[in-house]
């Protein structure tokens, strides 16, 4: 089986790794990932639900335009939306099959700290450059990310993906869905 994913970002290819080593219905599969960077056609930094969904599946539909052979296409975004007057950082995963049959999964959710709030939706910046100028490394995003700052490394980028990944593989497969 061969799964396409419209990233080469390591801790979203762990992500969905992970994703797949934990998945029941995958067990036992010969599995390829093919991972490839494709444009999500949203901003860098997605301010809301509906945008990370659009941008996870816009990357998806962006791997089979590049004639990508594959079983399952997977894009993912990440990002926040706001909920009441507090942002919450978030991930999506989009996986459409071969056939257009598709399916999202959404991450847990975690609050954004409020003055990182205020340079998100305020000044307009990104949150990778935050991150890396509020520890002072550079691509975070590319590692453990915000949940791991924001949650004393109890809650990783990646496990926060696979999550989602299993959210939206299992409609694929499940009985109650058939």
């Known amino acids: 089986m061969n799964i396409a ?15 797949i080593e934990s998945c029941l219905y995958l067990e036992g599969d010969n599995i390829e990932i093919i991972p490839e960077s494709v ?4 901003s860098d930094m997605p301010l809301s639900l509906e945008e990370n969904i659009l941008g996870a599946k816009n990357r998806a539909k962006n791997l089979k335009k ?8 997977v894009g993912m975004e990440g990002g926040t939306t706001m909920i009441e ?12 099959n071969a056939t257009g049959k598709w399916h ?12 990182i709030q205020t340079r998100l ?9 935050i991150i890396d100028s509020l520890s002072g ?12 700052m924001w949650s004393d490394d109890m ?13 939206a593989i299992a409609p694929f497969y499940n009985r109650f869905y058939k």
């Open 5 to 19: 994913i419209g990233t080469k970002n390591p801790a979203k290819l762990n992500a969905i790794t992970l994703g």
């Open 39 to 42: 444009a999500s056609d949203v």
């Open 66 to 73: 590049v004639w990508i052979e594959a079983d399952y296409y």
């Open 85 to 96: 007057d507090k942002a919450y950082l978030f991930g999506v995963v989009y996986i459409e």
């Open 104 to 115: 999202i999964g959404i991450s847990n959710l975690l609050e954004v700290p409020e003055k």
């Open 121 to 129: 939706y305020n000044w307009g910046e990104e949150l990778s450059t």
């Open 137 to 148: 490394e550079e691509n975070v995003g590319h590692r453990n990310g915000s949940f791991w």
């Open 155 to 167: 809650i990783t980028r990646s496990e926060s993906f696979q999550q989602a990944f299993l959210c």
